[in-house]
């Protein structure tokens, strides 16, 4: 049987999408951002390509999920037709 994804990693997903979409906003836009040493930003845009890379993954493995739950509960539905149904 196929593990349910809670709301909670729904949460956790948009969560982390929106702290990329911060954070590439801020060292796009921030003058703050723009002195801080080149390492340091180049840092702060490889997390976030590597949070934005786990974001993906964690969609497709949701999106696993929610196939997996359809297809059970298909082959639920047709084992409770044929166990319904008058033999021919």
């Known amino acids: 049987m196929a593990r349910e994804p809670s709301p909670s990693a729904d949460q956790l997903i948009a969560h982390l999408g929106d702290a990329v979409d911060h954070l590439r906003q ?27 890379a ?14 997996e739950r359809h297809e059970d509960t298909l082959l639920e539905t047709m084992d409770d037709i044929a166990s319904t149904s008058p033999p021919e």
């Open 26 to 52: 801020a060292l796009e836009a921030d003058d703050t951002a723009k002195q801080l040493p080149r390492r340091e930003r180049d840092l702060l845009g490889a997390i976030a390509d590597d949070i934005a």
């Open 54 to 67: 786990l974001v993906e993954r964690l969609e497709e493995a949701d999106a696993d999920l929610a196939r």
